[in-house]
């Protein structure tokens, strides 16, 4: 089997281990991907690309074992659509989403919870950073209700604002209130 990924071919070839849980697989390069907790500028945990390849045979031949997530990019953070699974037939495209709730289970649940708030937001249109709104409005200071999400605002006056989608923390302090 053959996938392609951008430029990368990556081909199945047998591995000489029976009863090992390996595949040799045919490809430029081949990296594992892990979980990044972060530091203190990026606190938020993400995917990286590991610094270890995977285990090299020969020039263009590398060995994974089945289930591993990986990737043909090269660099530090994977390309969302360049992740892989490893599978008995080769590599198999796999969403970020996925590999990120493979790679840390105890995270899914509230990764789920974030993409929901996060797609409420966008569907009212709200930025993710803060951002200056010029121009007539009603925002208030604060986190208030808007359709099915919240924003926040700070520094409004009646010709302008800086406003943000509301946090799930933020908006989990306000309990049953009505705004």
Request: a negative charge; charged letters at 30%.
């Amino acid at each position: 089997m053959t996938a392609h990924r951008n430029d990368s071919a990556a081909e199945v070839l047998p591995s000489p281990h029976t009863d090992s849980k390996a595949v040799r697989i045919a490809a430029r390069w081949l990296s594992p991907i892990l979980v990044w907790e972060g530091t203190r500028t990026r606190t938020e945990p993400t995917l990286v690309i590991s610094l270890r390849p995977c285990r090299r045979i020969d020039v263009r031949l590398w060995e994974a074992e089945v289930g591993e997530i990986v990737t043909t990019d090269t660099g530090r953070f994977p390309f969302r659509h360049m992740l892989s699974v490893v599978t008995e037939d080769g590599l198999a495209p796999i969403d970020y989403d996925e590999a990120f709730d493979i790679l840390d289970p105890p995270g899914a649940e509230d990764r789920a919870a974030q993409r929901i708030h996060d797609a409420a937001a966008d569907a009212e249109g709200l930025p993710r950073q803060l951002a200056r709104f010029v121009g007539e409005h009603d925002l208030r200071d604060g986190v208030h209700r808007v359709g099915n999400s919240h924003y926040f605002a700070e520094r409004c006056t009646r010709r302008q604002a800086f406003w943000r989608r509301a946090s799930r923390a933020e908006v989990a302090a306000l309990g049953g209130q009505r705004t």
